[in-house]
């Protein structure tokens, strides 16, 4: 039987070049898809998911990412005193309490596998998840739940797949698929941002991962991949070539990529379509927005 997870990395050293000039003095992680962060869909995910231990991979600048998992006193009190208790349900959601939560420097941008192999003694011999905030995933059952269920079944390393268009795989880490069972299929190989004529298929792997500590001694060796930086995809391929299994695990759910503009606002209008509190207002103004487009054409 497979170990439990309890711990995950969460790597937000990116200096979210994509949304300057906005990302000038507030993280990406913390610009909000709605009225929440980014960061926070993906704890409330992992916090379903079982996990209890939380390492985030910062960097510079990166300070009031750490401020909003604190405890806001003042702003606690004055909605107390005020009896707005909905609200101070909703603010309770965001406090991590002392001991959960670590946060460790990266000091230069090497890359996702170096960003994980930061974490490492926090980690030591332990299986563990990674996600990346900006995939925001919507879903019944949260992703990270979904895969770590399916972990415990299969051990060995998994990462979350989806099918990408053809002309997309030199964006992605693409599975080369083996045996297809159902929602999980077994790798034969990874490859990290393939030309399309050269991707062994078109099962792309996108921000979620959970992997056993041998791929961080794989990482430990630092070798350089794709685009000169150390890829956590060359190291958890590594494993499959030294006989560990790696599994893709096809999600139930539509992912968002919020690293991109476009992404982003897809989310923004999907999460808020699926609000009661605003699903009527949004509607009457997209479909206003449609008749007047078609109307000027």
């Known amino acids: 039987m497979a170990r439990k997870v ?14 300057l000039p906005a990302t000038k003095s507030v993280p990406k992680e913390i610009m909000t898809l709605v009225d929440r962060p980014l960061v926070q869909y993906a704890i409330d995910e992992a916090r379903a998911a ?15 990412l750490e401020d909003y998992f604190d405890h806001n006193l003042v702003l606690e009190q004055e909605l107390k005193s005020k009896g707005k208790d909905e609200l101070l349900e909703t603010l309770s959601a965001t406090n991590m309490e002392s001991g959960a939560i670590a946060y460790i420097r990266q000091h230069k941008a090497l890359g996702l596998g170096h960003a994980v192999w930061c974490a ?3 980690i030591g011999d332990e299986p563990f998840a990674v996600m990346l905030p900006d995939d925001v995933i919507a879903a019944d059952k949260p992703c990270l739940q979904q895969m770590i269920e399916a972990y415990e079944e299969t051990g060995g390393n998994m990462v979350a797949a989806m099918e990408v ?31 399309p004529e050269e991707a062994p298929s078109n099962l ?7 992997l056993g500590p041998s791929v961080l001694y794989n990482l430990n060796q ?3 991949g794709s685009g000169g930086e150390i890829q956590l995809t060359d190291a958890i391929a590594e494993d499959i070539c030294n006989g560990v299994p790696v599994f893709g695990y096809k999600f139930d759910g539509q992912r968002f990529d919020c690293g991109s503009k476009s992404g982003f606002l897809q989310a923004t209008v999907a999460f808020a379509l699926a609000r009661q509190d605003l699903r009527d207002d949004l509607s009457q103004y997209l479909r206003d927005i449609v008749a007047t487009d078609q109307a000027a054409q």
Do not use: C
């Open 6 to 19: 309890t711990k995950a990395i969460f790597p937000v050293a990116g200096l979210g070049t994509r949304f």
């Open 50 to 64: 079982g996990i209890t231990e939380f390492i985030f991979v910062t960097s510079r600048g990166k300070s009031a």
């Open 120 to 122: 490492r003694r926090l």
């Open 165 to 195: 268009p053809a002309n997309k795989t030199s964006s992605y880490g693409v599975l080369d698929v083996g045996e297809n069972i159902g929602s999980v299929v077994r790798a034969r190989g990874m490859v990290e941002k393939p030309k």
């Open 204 to 210: 792309a792997v996108i921000g979620r991962y959970v």
């Open 222 to 224: 630092k070798k350089k």
